[in-house]
């Protein structure tokens, strides 16, 4: 949820690279949310569920189209900075529009690992995510800030733990 809530801080903000794991968290949450809310809209009557021969067609209701103008511009930013963090300008977003093949690169795009270190649109997420309250765990390969309680660290001598008898050193 932290996710969620981080990419709609940064509401407008096109600039800087975001992680898979925040595009894809947000991505989900969206889709929950918009699930909700159509259910809802079926619910209270401003939206159609109809049943055709062949399936079932949904009318968007106010509720879900509301949500959807409202986390437009957020959704948008957070996929041009997932774009950066792969090391491509936003611009790559106008693929999506050639049908079946565009919205397959763009799904690549998204899935792919970003761009190692820093890059030309900013530091690298994964680093920024340990010192920050943006959340996230600490990735293997990177040095962490605080040591760990209860393992000993190189330099310091390993206290004993209190209702624990002292082992003999040999």
């Known amino acids: 949820m932290q996710w969620y809530l981080k990419v709609l801080k940064q509401y407008a903000d096109f600039s800087g690279r975001a992680r898979r794991t925040e595009f894809w968290m947000f991505v989900l949450f969206n889709a929950i949310a918009y699930i909700v809310l159509a259910l809802i809209d079926v619910l209270i009557g401003t939206a159609s569920f109809t049943s055709t021969g062949t399936g079932f067609s949904f009318g968007g209701g106010l509720l879900s189209g509301l949500y959807s103008l409202g986390v437009l511009i ?97």
């Open 74 to 170: 957020p959704s948008l930013a957070v996929a041009v900075r997932r774009l950066h963090d792969t090391d491509r300008t936003g611009w790559w977003l106008l693929i999506g529009l050639v049908p079946i093949v565009g919205g397959i690169v763009l799904l690549v795009f998204y899935c792919i690992e970003g761009t190692r270190g820093p890059n030309q649109y900013g530091p690298d997420p994964k680093m920024d995510a340990m010192a920050g309250p943006q959340g996230g765990y600490p990735q293997q390969g990177y040095p962490q800030q605080q040591p760990q309680q209860g393992y000993p660290q190189q330099g310091y001598p390993q206290q004993p733990q209190q209702g624990y008898p002292q082992q003999p050193q040999a």
